[in-house]
């Protein structure tokens, strides 16, 4: 009885670590996500402002 505790003890904790370990890769991949977005949001400006007629290239 006392062999089967310490080996669900033992899961208990590779499992805490596994799902630390994880949190901390989704974190990282957020920050990853939120810095492509607001990139994607700069170069869609930047494109419209380029693509925009402007009263100087009027003639």
Not at 13 to 38: P, R, S, V, Y
């Amino acid at each position: 009885m006392e062999h089967r505790i310490i080996e669900l003890e033992t899961r208990l904790a590779f499992q805490e670590i596994a799902l630390e370990e994880l949190n901390a890769a989704l974190i990282g991949q957020q920050t990853q996500l939120d810095a492509l977005e607001k990139e994607c949001t700069r170069l869609a400006h930047l494109l419209a402002e380029n693509l925009a007629p402007r009263d100087a290239d009027r003639p």
